[in-house]
């Protein structure tokens, strides 16, 4: 499968803990977004990269959300603190960024509930 | 099939019937518009996209229909199948990023095909 993988799937955690979740793009794919989906809503960006670059991250919810991407591929995001408001379904997408190229392929997800 | 109100969650068709999704968007800078199908479970998964110098857009099964004055996005689908039920969500996005930064989603409507 050469599409957009994330992992895990599934996540559940309580209250207070830290989460890592991974995103492995369409290798030869050079933006990577991230999104996050709440039941019912329409996914809602939260930051992106192009190559190792972080190019937006105001949309981060909060100091809580971070991410990465070291070495221009394979991304993390992660949650400090959990709290329970951070249930949700966390979508990565990757693009090429090329002239006539914007399409954003999404992956699975990874749901989180916090209990 | 029959047109639907802005906003409407759901819509029921009956198999083989067309059927129009419409969306209203609220960036008039926006010039990027996406049309994403998503399935229980899975992540979007892109349909067809339009960018602000076209009115209309055509693809397998699709039309996408583009409304500058009104702000307003619909997408045609013929000859519905049980395989369109879904989720479909409009998404705008800067055309002058390349569209490929940070998509805003509408909230989506669920398309019901009724055998």
């Known amino acids: 499968d050469t599409g957009v993988s994330q992992d895990p799937r599934h996540k559940i955690t309580k209250r207070g803990q830290n989460v890592t979740f991974r995103c492995d793009p369409i290798?030869?794919?050079?933006?990577l977004y991230w999104y996050r989906q709440t039941l019912g809503q329409g996914p809602e960006f939260l930051t992106y990269?192009?190559?190792?670059?972080?190019?937006?991250k105001s949309r981060l919810l909060s100091d809580r959300f971070s991410a990465e991407r070291p070495k221009g591929s394979f991304s993390t995001l992660e949650i400090q603190r959990t709290e329970q408001g951070d249930s949700a379904m966390y979508l990565c997408?990757?693009?090429?960024?090329?002239?006539?190229?914007?399409?954003?392929?999404f992956g699975p997800g990874t749901r989180l509930t916090v209990t | 099939g029959e047109s639907v109100g802005l906003h409407l969650p759901t819509l029921s068709v009956q198999e083989g019937d067309n059927s129009i999704i419409n969306c209203a968007y609220s960036?008039?800078?926006?010039?990027?518009f996406i049309w994403y199908k998503q399935e229980s479970g899975k992540g979007p998964q892109f349909i067809i996209d339009?960018?602000?110098?076209?009115d209309k857009r055509q693809g397998q099964r699709v039309t996408v229909l583009l409304n500058k004055t009104v702000k307003h996005l619909s997408l045609q689908i013929a000859a519905t199948q049980p395989g369109d039920s879904a989720v479909y969500f409009c998404?705008?996005?800067?055309?002058?990023?390349?569209?490929?930064?940070?998509?805003?989603f509408g909230k989506g409507t669920h398309l019901i095909i009724q055998p």
């Open positions: 997408a990757s693009s090429l960024y090329a002239s006539g190229e914007y399409e954003q392929y």
């Open positions: 290798s030869e794919h050079n933006r």
């Open positions: 990269f192009q190559n190792e670059a972080q190019l937006e």
């Open positions: 960036n008039s800078a926006s010039d990027y």
């Open positions: 339009i960018r602000s110098n076209m």
């Open positions: 998404a705008e996005g800067p055309y002058s990023g390349g569209g490929a930064d940070g998509l805003t």
